[in-house]
Structures are given as C-alpha cells and as structure tokens.
C-alpha cells in the first residue's frame, strides 16, 4: 500500500511546462509540450478562482496515465486540487504517479472495491468548490477547467456544467470531434423531461459539478459500475438544473479495454435499476411522475440491446417486449436501429452513435 497526503488547505496553482518532467521520448504537442494559457489571478468578474478539485480513479492504466495527469496539471488553473486514488496498480502506474508527486494535493495506492468506491473516496477527501472525477485513460482540452469554471461562476445556480467530448483512439488520434458525437444538450430546466425520459445526463468526463450538492445527493452509487455518472448527475439535475455549453471539454478514449464497449447483463441492469432509483423517489413533481413509462421502456430498450449484443437471445426477447409494454406507439426508429446494429454485429459504430457515457 502507498499513501501520501498533504494539506489541501493550502492553494496549488497549475505548474508551468518547465516545472514537470520532460516527456517521454518522441512525444509532442499537448499535453507534453504544450500548456494551456496563463490566466489572470482573479476570474471574470474580479472574484478569486474557486478551488476545483479532480479526482483520477486508476488502475493498471500505466500506458495513459501520464498523459491523463499532465492534461490536468497544464491547465494553468490557479487553484487546483489534484487528488489520485489508485487501486492496487501492478504496473508502471505508481513511478509514473510519483513522478507527479509534487504537483499532487494527495494520493494513494491500496485495494478499494472499484471505480465507484475510488471516486467517492476522492470526493470525500477534496475541499474544492466545484468537483469531477478524470478517468485516468482520458484527457482534459486546454483551458478545460477555466472555461467550466467561469460558466459556473456566471450561472451559480446550476449544478454542473458540461460540454461536449471528442473521440481519441489509444495513440491519442481523434477519431471525431464534434457536437453531434458528444452530450445530450440539457440546457435549462425544462429539459430535465428529456433527461428522465431518456436516461441521459449530460457529459460526465467533460463537465463540472458542485461538490457540495454532489455529497448532499449522496455521491456516487457504489453498486453501479458503468453508469454511476449518469444517475449522479440524473440527481443532481433532479435538484438544481444543469447547464451546456458548446465548447470540447475533453477527450474521451477508445481502446478495447472501454467499458463501453462492454455488453453484458451488469450493464444491461443498471439503466433498470437507476429508472426504478429515480420513480421511487416521493419528492418528485408530476412532471417528472408522467414521465415514467417513457424511462423505462428506454431502460428496457438498452436492455434488450446489451443482451442481443451480448447474445444471450432470450433476456433479450423478453426486454423488448417489455420496451414495447411501455411504450407502444413511439421508439419504433430507434429499435430498428438498434436492431440493424445487432444483425450486422458493428461494434464501433454501435459505441459512436451512443449519446451516454455509460
């Protein structure tokens, strides 16, 4: 087990290019020899920079995570906590965490009980005003975290800000970067309708939330593996709206270890299990009530679409009829969509054309 801790009271401004370790051999650009802008010591408006804190769950992710630290450490934010919590990594992860060691407000390596746990633990420990966690095979768009930051400042009534992601493959080339690969727009309250009905949230990688109201919602569901992010931000949407914005917030990565290239009964369940979450609740208004028999059959959609990938046919069978027991009259283009994508078995396409992170 390796801890380290030191004292997130203290202020931790983004060091400078020349302050980190050289890169690796051959690599250029950003985030190796390049940095986001410097800014100003007060934000737009005159007002300090408010703390944010990332949290980077890891494991075993030694080949992307150097290149996931330095694209938070080169925002050139001025106060930024940085906080990895690693699971018990065998490879080159723990060198190259310390490596970074200096420029980290805490970190540690030890068995925990998955990426879920891993992130509440960072949650718990960070002090920032505004919070997200960074997958460590992911990477942060320069000037990231100031752009979030200062939308949230102009709209301090929202819950979390997103933007939109682009797509890398695992030698960090993109692969699509626009609008229409990224989020689901949810600008204003209004559209939490939308939200509920589809199941979706915004984007998680590529937003920013307000780490008081994220714990007061109860944090990240431990019992969810694929979609935690989409049902944390489901509740905090349910509490105070979320806002978009049409900026690239980050670079998602596919390579053949992602999750959501995953089709199995764990991730078919789980939209399940966050449409029952949010129709038990008491505190709902009759707007969102109305809504539930569109979320299910969503949920029982992606269900029957998971199993079929996964070709355990009958589960499969029995999830679309009950996505048609649901609702009937609508959904028919997206089920003979998804249907065309079963038949003719293209994985990557299925991935792209998804509008959720889970």
Not at 108 to 132: C, M, V, W, Y
Not at 184 to 191: C, D, L, T, V, Y
Not at 203 to 214: H, I, N, R, S, V
Request: aromatic residues 10%; hydrophobic residues 35%.
């Amino acid at each position: 087990m390796h801890k380290v801790a030191k004292l997130s009271e203290k202020s931790s401004h983004c060091p400078a290019l020349e302050d980190l370790p050289p890169p690796p051999e051959g690599k250029t650009g950003w985030p190796w020899t390049e940095q986001s802008k410097p800014l100003p010591d007060t934000a737009p408006g005159g007002q300090l920079w408010p703390r944010i804190s990332i949290v980077t769950p890891s494991y075993n992710q030694g080949r992307f995570i150097e290149e996931c630290i330095r694209s938070v450490l080169l925002q050139s934010y001025p106060d930024l906590e940085y906080i990895i919590i690693d699971g018990g990594s065998t490879d080159e992860t723990i060198s190259i965490i310390k490596k970074y060691e200096p420029w980290l407000a805490y970190w540690e390596s030890e068995p925990d009980r998955g990426q879920s746990h891993a992130i509440n633990k960072g949650l718990l420990k960070s002090t920032g005003r505004f919070f997200n966690w960074h997958n460590s095979d992911d990477v942060l768009i320069p000037d990231s975290l100031s752009t979030m930051a200062s939308a949230m400042l102009k709209s301090p009534e929202a819950g979390y800000i997103h933007g939109y992601r682009i797509l890398i493959d695992y030698k960090s080339i993109i692969q699509a970067g626009n609008e229409s690969a990224g989020s689901n727009k949810i600008s204003f309250s209004p559209e939490l309708t939308t939200a509920i009905s589809t199941l979706q949230s915004g984007y998680q990688p590529g937003c920013l939330m307000d780490k008081q109201l994220a714990v007061e919602v109860g944090m990240v569901d431990e019992s969810l593996h694929y979609i935690m992010d989409v049902d944390i931000l489901l509740r905090i949407a349910l509490v105070r709206r979320p806002i978009y914005i049409s900026f690239p917030a980050v670079c998602l990565r596919v390579h053949p270890d992602t999750k959501s290239l995953e089709w199995n009964s764990q991730r078919a369940n789980e939209r399940i299990y966050v449409a029952k979450k949010i129709f038990n609740r008491t505190d709902l208004p009759g707007s969102i009530k109305k809504l539930k028999r569109q979320s299910f059959a969503t949920a029982h959609q992606f269900a029957w679409r998971c199993f079929g990938e996964a070709r355990m046919y009958s589960s499969a069978l029995w999830h679309l009829l009950l996505d048609i027991f649901y609702s009937p009259r609508n959904g028919w283009k997206k089920r003979l969509a998804n249907y065309k994508l079963l038949r003719f078995g293209n994985r990557t396409r299925s991935f792209l054309t998804q509008t959720t992170s889970g």
